[in-house]
């Protein structure tokens, strides 16, 4: 889960969404979470089925961001779901014991609570205000680090993270970094990708 690529339509320019998660992932994307907070199930599936292959060719496990229903349609490895979202245990009952489940925390409460539902890894954000979701809680890196401590899944930190801001992530535990803007918004985003992946890997992450 070292580098965690969340896509952003918004950010197209003329580019397909699938040729810039192939860049990102020929850059070092380890993860990729189909995000389009406009999209419709219908949408969702559609453009899941132009990105599960390129994932597939690459061995990345691939999810949807709250739907669970186009999770279920289109084949994806499974869902991220935040606390306004299904409960990670319905979306693990839908989705099967197979399918990845990860859930977004922002406190150690929440955190063991995703673990003892079932979760698979932990989103926890936002370390940094951004643009991106200006209605992300804020979550210190002492946060981060207590949250860490306290369960044994895997956990990526998210929120105004790029090569510059990354440190934040350096010996709280974390497994890496979950990025939008730093990946998607750049005009060559396998440039970007390889970046960030150089600075995750002089970092002292779990
Ligand atoms: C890896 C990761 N972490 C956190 C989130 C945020 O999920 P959520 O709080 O449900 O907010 P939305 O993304 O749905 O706006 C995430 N998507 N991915
Ligand atoms: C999708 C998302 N979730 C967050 C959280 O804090 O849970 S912050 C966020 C957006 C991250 O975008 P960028 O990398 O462009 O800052
Ligand atoms: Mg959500």
Redesign the pocket.
Known sequence: MRL?A?TDSAWLRGRTLAECVRQAIAGGATFV?L?E?HASTDELVALADTIIPVCRAAGVPFVI??DVEAALRSGADGV??????VACADARRALGARAIV?V?AQTVEQARAAQAAGAD?????ALIPTPT?P??ADVSREELAAICAAVDIPV?G?GGLNVDTVDVLDGTGAAGA?VVSALFAASDVEAAARKLRERLGSLDLR
């Open positions: 965690y969340v979470q995000r907070k961001d709250d991220h779901v935040g606390q306004s979202d990860g977004s890894y932990l989103g926890v954000g979701k209605d992300a990526v998210i979950a």
